[in-house]
T-cell receptor
């Protein structure tokens, strides 16, 4: 099993739609979790951290399910500007090694 | 302002001509790493460093070298570049054990080897 699995998409959704992505991980020692956003061929930027209790930032909600070993990102009321690639990222192990998902491509259509 | 700075941002070079891509961060981060990104393959780690004088291979280290003589700098060295090293390169830094363990990325370096 891959260390991290992320549906590459592409997800094409209309404006205003709700869309959700998951990212599963195999290393149970994973400790910190993030969602990053990457616009075409630019550097990834932090969208939000993912906390055990779940967290929300405006239209974005992130959740962590340690039992099933996945994190999720929910985007409500999609905007055209949400079109990007979304990467899950986590630290794992005593060395706090970083692991990236391969990214999920989202296109929000007018 | 928190920053990771890479140079050069764009470079076209010839096969076999040694080059160095510099990376510098101003956040006193212990952890620094290099990635390459190619279409359909996502971010792949080349090398990483947990602290000064400590470096380790990532997933795709062949053809690259790094050094970490100072905490702020983590240059990527291509001793004899080949066309298959044409890619978009990102440097990143973070402080994994800190309250703010956000990973910060440089703006990327586009490298073409002809």
């Amino acid at each position: 099993r891959k260390e991290v699995e992320q549906d590459p998409g592409p997800f094409n959704v209309p404006e205003g739609a709700t869309v959700a992505f998951n990212c599963t991980y195999s290393n149970s020692a994973s400790q910190s979790f993030f969602w990053y956003r990457q616009d075409c061929r630019k550097e990834p930027k932090l969208l939000m951290s993912v906390y055990s209790s779940g967290n929300e930032d405006g239209r974005f909600t992130a959740q962590l399910n340690r039992a099933s070993q996945y994190i999720s990102l929910l985007i409500r009321d999609s905007k055209l500007s949400d079109s990007a690639t979304y990467l899950c990222v986590f630290y794992s192990g005593s060395a706090r090694q970083l692991t990236f998902g391969s990214g999920t491509q989202l296109t929000v259509l007018p | 302002e928190a920053q990771v700075t890479q140079n050069p941002r764009y470079l076209i070079t010839v096969t076999g001509k040694k080059l160095t891509v510099t990376c510098s961060q101003n956040m006193n981060h212990e952890y620094m790493s290099w990635y390459r990104q190619d279409p359909g393959l996502g971010l792949r780690q080349i090398y990483y460093s947990m602290n000064v004088e400590v470096t380790d291979k990532g997933d795709v280290p062949e053809g690259y070298k790094v050094s970490r003589k100072e905490k702020r700098n983590f240059p990527l060295i291509l001793e004899s570049p080949s066309p298959n090293q044409t890619s978009l390169y990102f440097c990143a830094s973070s402080s994994p054990g800190a309250t703010d363990n956000t990973i910060y990325f440089g703006e990327g370096s586009w490298l073409t080897v002809v």
